[in-house]
């Protein structure tokens, strides 16, 4: 059986050591977080994800998936750690530098290494390859081989999607990527496609930065058509209606750690010029800030006022509040003299605290949504004409029915 160490245990290391254990390897998942390593062999998953707590303990229970701080000699290394954004809007590699180093002592002739993290193009070949080369004297491509194999999985479907969803595997030669596609044909059931190294990560971050552009262009909609009196949500409706026109949803800014960074990576190493990408990124990095102010503008003239948010979370049905433009917006309104209280059943790690329900809204003199978690669905406002102090709704989603709430004398606001 062959053995497969996987560097890195967060929402793609962890599937991913599932499924290949779950499918024939022997894994190994290797972490640097002591807290995940004792979580994950207590049996419990750090991650809340669907079918993965399942599979997780099936494997573990059969020896099959091994959770360890070390790296232990294997066929197979698959580098899956995060590369956060630096304050210059550059990729941080260091995680992947160090996974890296962490494996240089154990790569031996015909093994093969594969980059799952998102990177600017030539991360692999350069940066991965490299250290590789440089430390073992081995070259890349003829005595070891190497591969990129980005994800494309999202939060909230990630089992679905690993075995869902179509593979577009680099390699540095044609060798690299199909010994790579052979490893993941073993849990995908959708067609894998092999191509160059640098062609697979710029697919990865053209992906995110293809959505990043068009919610930028909604964001922009929803701005002018205020204007112009104009519902965009409507207009988007019936744009869309079009066969060949598909626009996304204007929202509170866009959160999460791909979506807001992949595509500065894009812009990393290229001569400098002016971009449609960097215009979009700083569109949407400006909507927290335009939405603070318009929920601020709807309780100004009251007296130590009081909102209740529903939802921090970077989108809806997700525990997930990195990078949430839910936080930059509650700390723009607390800046500001606000009270804000948060509602958000599903949140994990708000470092602030999470109210219930009546406390949430006694006396409150505005409900923001700033995601639609199903669980709100279910909300009987009748109750809370009663909590509220002022009735006004600010529903940045389109997610409340305008006009029942309206009949039960609320006031409104949408984007
Ligand atoms: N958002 C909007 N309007 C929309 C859609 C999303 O404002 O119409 C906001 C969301 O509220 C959220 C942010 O954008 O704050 C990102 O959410 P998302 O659902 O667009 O994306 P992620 O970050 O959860 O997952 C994305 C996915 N990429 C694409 O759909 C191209 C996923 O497939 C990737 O695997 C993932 O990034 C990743 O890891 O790169």
Same mark, same amino acid.
């Given at each position: %059986?062959?053995?497969?160490?996987?560097? *890195?245990?967060?929402?793609?290391?962890?599937?991913?050591?599932?499924?290949?254990?779950? /499918?024939?390897?022997?894994?190994?998942?290797?972490?640097?977080?002591?807290?995940?390593?004792? @979580?994950?062999?207590?049996?419990?998953?750090?991650?809340?994800?669907?079918?993965?707590?399942?599979?997780?303990?099936?494997? #573990?229970?059969?020896?099959?998936?091994?959770?360890?701080?070390?790296?232990?000699?294997?066929?197979?290394?698959?580098?899956?750690?995060?590369?956060?954004?630096?304050?210059?809007?550059?990729?941080?590699?260091? &995680?992947?530098?160090?996974?890296?180093?962490?494996?240089?002592? &154990?790569?031996?002739?015909?093994?093969?290494?594969?980059?799952?993290?998102?990177?600017?193009?030539?991360?692999?070949?350069?940066?991965?390859?490299?250290?590789?080369?440089?430390?073992? *004297?081995? $070259?890349?491509?003829?005595?070891?081989?190497?591969?990129?194999?980005?994800?494309?999985?999202?939060?909230?479907?990630?089992?679905?999607?690993?075995?869902?969803?179509?593979?577009?595997?680099? *390699?540095?030669?044609? @060798?690299?990527?199909?010994?790579?596609?052979?490893?993941?044909?073993?849990?995908?059931?959708?067609?894998?496609?092999?191509?160059?190294?640098?062609?697979?990560?710029?697919?990865?971050?053209?992906?995110?930065? &293809?959505?990043?552009?068009?919610?930028?262009?909604?964001?922009?909609?929803?701005?002018?058509?205020?204007?112009? /009196?104009?519902? $965009?949500?409507? %207009?988007?409706?019936?744009?869309? %209606?079009?066969?060949?026109?598909?626009?996304?949803?204007? *929202?509170?800014?866009?959160?999460?750690?791909?979506?807001?960074?992949?595509?500065?990576?894009?812009?990393?190493?290229?001569?400098?010029?002016?971009?449609?990408?960097?215009?979009?990124?700083?569109?949407?990095?400006?909507?927290?800030?335009?939405?603070?102010?318009?929920?601020?503008?709807?309780?100004?003239?009251?007296?130590?006022?009081?909102?209740?948010?529903?939802? $921090?979370?970077?989108?809806?049905?997700?525990?997930?509040?990195?990078?949430?433009?839910?936080?930059?917006?509650?700390?723009?309104?607390?800046?500001?003299?606000?009270?804000? #209280?948060?509602?958000?059943?599903?949140?994990?790690?708000?470092?602030?605290?999470?109210?219930?329900?009546?406390?949430?809204?006694?006396?409150?003199?505005?409900?923001?949504?700033?995601?639609?978690?199903?669980?709100? @669905?279910?909300?009987? #406002?009748?109750?809370?004409?009663?909590? %509220?102090?002022?009735?006004?709704?600010?529903?940045?989603?389109?997610?409340?029915?305008?006009?029942?709430? @309206?009949?039960?004398?609320?006031?409104?606001?949408?984007?």
């Amino acid at each position: %059986m062959e053995k497969v160490c996987i560097l *890195g245990l967060g929402y793609i290391g962890l599937p991913t050591a599932c499924m290949l254990a779950e /499918n024939g390897y022997k894994v190994t998942g290797v972490d640097i977080d002591d807290d995940v390593i004792t @979580k994950l062999n207590n049996g419990t998953p750090h991650i809340d994800e669907p079918e993965l707590e399942n599979i997780f303990l099936k494997v #573990f229970k059969a020896g099959n998936l091994k959770i360890s701080r070390n790296v232990e000699k294997s066929d197979i290394y698959i580098i899956s750690v995060p590369t956060p954004l630096n304050k210059n809007n550059k990729a941080d590699l260091t &995680y992947i530098i160090s996974a890296s180093e962490m494996i240089q002592d &154990y790569v031996s002739i015909g093994n093969i290494i594969i980059l799952e993290s998102t990177s600017p193009p030539g991360t692999t070949r350069n940066l991965v390859g490299g250290i590789i080369s440089k430390r073992t *004297g081995l $070259v890349a491509g003829e005595d070891f081989y190497l591969a990129y194999c980005p994800e494309r999985v999202l939060p909230g479907k990630i089992i679905f999607e690993l075995v869902n969803n179509k593979r577009v595997i680099g *390699g540095i030669n044609e @060798k690299s990527a199909e010994l790579a596609k052979k490893i993941y044909s073993s849990f995908v059931k959708a067609e894998i496609f092999t191509t160059t190294l640098e062609t697979s990560e710029f697919v990865k971050l053209a992906e995110n930065t &293809y959505r990043d552009v068009n919610i930028a262009l909604a964001n922009e909609f929803a701005e002018i058509c205020n204007e112009y /009196n104009i519902d $965009v949500w409507e %207009m988007i409706k019936f744009a869309n %209606m079009h066969p060949r026109v598909n626009i996304l949803n204007p *929202g509170p800014g866009v959160g999460g750690h791909c979506i807001a960074v992949d595509p500065w990576f894009i812009l990393e190493n290229i001569n400098k010029r002016d971009t449609l990408i960097e215009k979009c990124r700083k569109i949407n990095n400006s909507r927290p800030f335009i939405i603070s102010e318009k929920a601020f503008s709807i309780i100004k003239d009251i007296k130590n006022p009081k909102v209740t948010v529903f939802g $921090v979370t970077y989108k809806e049905n997700v525990g997930d509040i990195r990078e949430s433009p839910a936080l930059v917006i509650i700390n723009e309104l607390t800046k500001k003299g606000v009270d804000v #209280f948060v509602y958000d059943p599903i949140a994990i790690g708000y470092k602030g605290k999470i109210y219930d329900f009546e406390e949430a809204l006694q006396n409150s003199d505005l409900l923001l949504l700033f995601v639609g978690h199903d669980v709100f @669905k279910k909300i009987d #406002f009748r109750k809370i004409t009663i909590l %509220m102090r002022n009735k006004n709704i600010f529903d940045t989603r389109n997610f409340f029915d305008k006009k029942s709430l @309206k009949s039960l004398g609320f006031k409104y606001y949408g984007l």
